[in-house]
């Protein structure tokens, strides 16, 4: 069998740099280890493919009919991509759901980051797989953790973790548990006159983090309006304080507190949330339909706003990401930058909240039109950008 050509997956849409690339050793050992096992594409699936490399080397391998989950839309699109690059088809895409591990003997699994996602993976697993499934989850060691086994253990009752390689491990769980009658997430907190519903894959869960939160106080989001921020020269800002209802963009919504609030706050406005997490996105409209604004939040599945138009929105608000999976790298926030950049109005606003440390206010100023900072603390800084 011919060695496959990991070397020609893409990460696009996603960063690329010459420091980041599409596959690693953990992608290599869990097709090493699916391939040894000798279990049907049928029976197989693949959770957590960033870009395609464990999928896409089983397919070429011979296994048809394999499902695959990812959390990511950048990475549907680059499985996409990546496929039509080498000539390869036969497998099949789902949410984390009953129709993507209903018979599934074999899951394999790059770990998530949070404990939270890699419970409800787990669950999920247990309760819809076969009796005889197994999940076979990898990361790379400077990654891992002894509390990954604990969540592990809480739907298999064995869990072994294998020895390293290459800088990465293999945990074997097996013999899965009966599922309690309620799955553990989605979760649900309130803060204040504000319900948050989060799956376990969304960033800070049901808590409303920390900057999220300095941007709702710098907007005065939880009153019945936005504050009356005016600019550095004491003018005010046209678009959020214009007598016309607006149309907002959350972009990078996570569990869509912005998006709510601003619906609560405006009635007449046109709120859309937008995240290239699936479980953001599911968070998110739960979030919506908790608080009553379903009606008026629409929550798109979408890297970057890529299905948003052109100098079509007055208002993005942005709470930017600085990693790239467990990286960090700049190249995360600026992808948004550039993505608000687009479609925004002539005259429309950017208001972002970042790192104090991050100082992007250049970029801002640069990618965006002129940027004022609204508020800082040692921590964050709230900035407005008007797009030229």
């Given at each position: 069998m011919p060695e496959f050509p990991y070397s020609r997956l893409r990460r696009w849409p996603d960063v690329e740099a010459e420091n980041l690339q599409a596959y690693d050793a953990t992608d290599l050992l869990l097709v090493e280890r699916a391939l040894g096992l000798g279990v049907a594409g049928s029976e197989t699936v693949v959770i957590g493919d960033e870009y395609g490399a464990i999928t896409l080397a089983l397919t070429a391998a011979g296994l048809d009919g394999i499902r695959v989950h990812q959390d990511l839309a950048s990475g549907r699109r680059a499985l996409a991509r990546n496929a039509d690059e080498l000539g390869l088809s036969g497998f099949h895409s789902h949410?984390?759901?009953?129709?993507?591990?209903?018979?599934?003997?074999?899951?394999?699994?790059?770990?998530?980051?949070?404990?939270?996602?890699?419970?409800?993976?787990?669950?999920?697993?247990?309760?819809?797989?076969?009796?005889?499934?197994?999940?076979?989850?990898?990361?790379?060691?400077?990654?891992?953790?002894?509390?990954?086994?604990?969540?592990l253990g809480r739907s298999f009752a064995q869990v072994q973790a294998q020895r390293a390689e290459r800088k990465s491990r293999l945990i074997v769980a097996s013999d899965?548990?009966?599922?309690?009658?309620?799955?553990?997430?989605?979760?649900?907190?309130?803060?204040?006159?504000?319900?948050?519903?989060?799956?376990?894959?969304?960033?800070?869960?049901?808590?409303?983090?920390?900057?999220?939160?300095?941007?709702?106080?710098?907007?005065?989001?939880?009153?019945?309006?936005?504050?009356?921020?005016?600019?550095?020269?004491?003018?005010?800002?046209?678009?959020?304080?214009?007598?016309?209802a607006s149309r907002v963009l959350d972009l990078g919504c996570g569990t869509g507190a912005l998006a709510v609030?601003?619906?609560?706050?405006?009635?007449?406005?046109?709120?859309?949330?937008?995240?290239?997490?699936?479980?953001?996105?599911a968070s998110a409209r739960a979030t919506a339909e908790a608080n009553g604004v379903a009606d008026r939040?629409?929550?798109?599945?979408?890297?970057?706003?890529?299905?948003?138009?052109?100098?079509?929105?007055?208002?993005?608000?942005?709470?930017?990401?600085?990693?790239?999976g467990t990286s960090v790298h700049p190249g995360a926030a600026t992808r948004l930058f550039e993505a608000a950049t687009r479609v925004l109005r002539p005259g429309g606003e950017l208001f972002t909240v970042y790192n104090s440390s991050l100082a992007y206010r250049p970029e801002l100023t640069r990618l965006v039109g002129p940027t004022e900072q609204l508020h800082r603390t040692p921590k964050f800084t709230v900035s407005r950008s008007t797009r030229r």
């Open positions: 949410e984390l759901d009953a129709d993507l591990l209903s018979g599934a003997r074999l899951v394999l699994l790059q770990l998530p980051k949070s404990l939270a996602e890699l419970e409800e993976i787990a669950d999920a697993v247990a309760r819809w797989a076969a009796p005889d499934a197994v999940l076979i989850a990898g990361g790379r060691v400077k990654h891992m953790t002894l509390a990954q086994n604990d969540v899965p548990r009966p599922a309690p009658a309620e799955p553990p997430f989605p979760v649900t907190a309130r803060h204040g006159g504000l319900t948050l519903v989060a799956h376990g894959g969304a960033f800070a869960g049901a808590r409303l983090d920390i900057g999220t939160r300095v941007l709702l106080e710098v907007l005065g989001l939880g009153g019945s309006q936005l504050l009356t921020n005016g600019p550095e020269n004491g003018s005010s800002s046209g678009a959020v304080n214009g007598d016309q609030s601003y619906a609560l706050a405006h009635p007449e406005a046109q709120v859309t949330a937008s995240d290239r997490s699936a479980a953001a996105v939040v629409s929550v798109a599945h979408d890297d970057a706003a890529s299905e948003i138009p052109d100098a079509s929105v007055d208002v993005v608000l942005l709470n930017p990401p600085f990693h790239l």
